[in-house]
Nanobody
Framework: QVQLVESGGGLVQPGGSLRLSCAASGFPFGTYAMSWFRQGPGKAREFVAG????????LYADSVKGRFTISRDNAKNTEYLQMNSLKPEDTAVYYC????????????????WGQGTQVTVSS
């Protein structure tokens, strides 16, 4: 069956870094666009970053541009999110998502979702 499993979340101080991973199985990963979304306390789920199936095209939310980097390794069926210069407002549950529409911020366009990993930025 389809599985998306996020890992790498945790507690980090402001200004710190984390690298999230999303391991995929059960579908042709290399033909799907991938994205990261997040949902903070009391907030709606929001788009963070997306990457095309080839990795050649990426899209970032303005709030993370210049601090976060999305990447993927199709040989390992894994997507990554490198998060630098973290801020308290980045605190959220981070979800990876897979779909056939490239770089869309519309969550309804995604077919598969992971269970999420908690990222907490606090001193």
């Amino acid at each position: 069956q389809v599985q998306l499993v996020e890992s790498g979340g945790g507690l980090v101080q402001p200004g710190g870094s984390l690298r999230l991973s999303c391991a995929a199985s059960g579908f042709p990963f290399g033909t799907y666009a991938m994205s990261w979304f997040r949902q903070g306390p009391g907030k709606a789920r929001e788009f963070v970053a997306g990457i095309s199936w080839s990795g050649h095209s990426t899209l970032y939310a303005d709030s993370v541009k210049g601090r976060f980097t999305i990447s993927r390794d199709n040989a390992k069926n894994t997507e990554y999110l490198q998060m630098n210069s973290l801020k308290p407002e980045d605190t959220a549950v981070y979800y990876c998502a897979a779909g056939i529409v490239t770089n869309t911020a519309d969550p309804s366009k995604y077919h598969y979702w992971g269970q999420g990993t908690q990222v907490t930025v606090s001193s």
